[in-house]
């Protein structure tokens, strides 16, 4: 298991921030001008980061609540790892309320994708199930749109046509990289 998910699972956002730091040490030794957190559930600690960074993070939590509200979500349905899902986003997201999916869903989702991210594929019952679950926070919940919140989570939605809106927070994040370097 990578140290990432140990420091998630235990809750240990400094011994995260600290990993971080060193990392982002030699980054800024090499030139560079800000720092992005490549996978969502690193975010688990950006606060604690933020306070110790030696250069300014483009934050994918900032950047998919500034997303949600131009585009006027109000409730969106969260996929991800357990953490991710039941922090909301790690209480980054203030645009629109985040729905979890509700009793079994909730494990399953988390299992499958562990397991996806893991292996670094889907399979067609990892995508199918993942999309199902998807549709029940559409049409059980209300949720106007499904947050991709785990960085993998492409693997299983592709394309993202599945029969709702699908809001990548991985893409989001690029997006938003790419337009600050150009």
Do not use: W
């Amino acid at each position: 298991m990578s140290e990432l998910v140990e420091n998630l699972k235990a809750g240990s956002a400094n011994s995260q921030a600290q990993i971080y730091l060193e990392l982002t040490n030699r980054l800024k030794a090499a030139g560079a001008d800000v720092v992005a957190l490549a996978s969502v559930a690193g975010h688990f600690c950006e606060n604690e980061f933020s306070e110790i960074s030696p250069l300014p993070i483009v934050s994918m939590v900032g950047e998919v609540d500034r997303y949600l509200a131009e585009r006027g979500f109000e409730r969106v349905g969260i996929l991800g790892n357990k953490v991710t899902m039941e922090t909301r986003l790690f209480g980054g997201v203030s645009a629109a309320e985040l729905v979890v999916p509700e009793g079994e869903d909730l494990e399953l989702v988390n299992e499958l994708y562990m397991n996806m991210a893991t292996r670094g594929e889907a399979t067609e019952f990892e995508s199918d199930s993942l999309i199902k679950v998807g549709a029940r926070l559409c049409s059980e919940q209300g949720a106007q749109a499904v947050l991709l919140a785990g960085t993998d989570l492409f693997l299983a939605f592709g394309d993202g046509n599945c029969g709702y809106k699908v809001v990548d927070s991985g893409l989001v994040h690029i997006d938003e990289l790419v337009r600050q370097i150009r």
